[in-house]
């Protein structure tokens, strides 16, 4: 899988510490669940902004894709490789964004289309909820947390 994201230009960004009490990572049986994660450049600094104010549509997307890196950055850091996902069960992509802003569905996209690109329709597309939300921590544009099945 690193591969295929070395030949799309991308590369796992660098974790921020955290300042809550959690697991990045909880394994139980065949189930990796993963705690919401924020987009980060590949610095390890916060994407912030708010979609429908400071930031529009593809700047979010792009935000969200930074998230699912950041959570894969977790599942290699937690399990050793990437190799042990096998499939993306459930996303839940939350987005800072006004009252008004409506595509939450379509920034949460630049997650979802990733994992399409590295694990195919069949194992990257799961189940998925993408919602609005009045703030995330540190003003970061997105945090998605995730579930996958492990080999």
């Known amino acids: 899988m690193e591969q295929k ?9 660098v974790l921020p510490v955290s300042g809550g009490i959690y697991k990045r990572c909880l394994q139980t049986g065949k189930y990796l669940y993963i705690s919401g994660h924020v987009s980060v450049a590949g610095d390890g600094n916060y994407i912030t902004g708010k979609a429908g104010y ?3 549509v593809e700047q979010a997307k792009t935000a969200a894709r930074q998230a699912g890196l950041a959570i894969l950055a977790s599942v290699k850091q937690c399990t050793g490789s990437l190799e042990t996902i096998q499939r993306v069960i459930k996303l839940l992509g939350m987005v800072n964004c006004t009252p008004d802003f409506e595509k939450h569905p379509l920034v949460i996209n630049g997650c ?3 994992y399409e690109q ?3 329709n069949e194992y990257g597309v799961g189940v998925r909820s993408a ?13 998605i947390e995730a579930m996958f099945e492990i080999r």
């Open 131 to 143: 919602v609005g939300m009045a703030s995330l921590p540190g003003n970061a544009a997105v945090e």
């Open 54 to 56: 400071d930031m529009d």
């Open 118 to 120: 590295l694990l195919g």
């Open 112 to 114: 979802s289309e990733l």
């Open 5 to 13: 994201l070395a030949a799309m230009g991308l590369s796992l960004p």
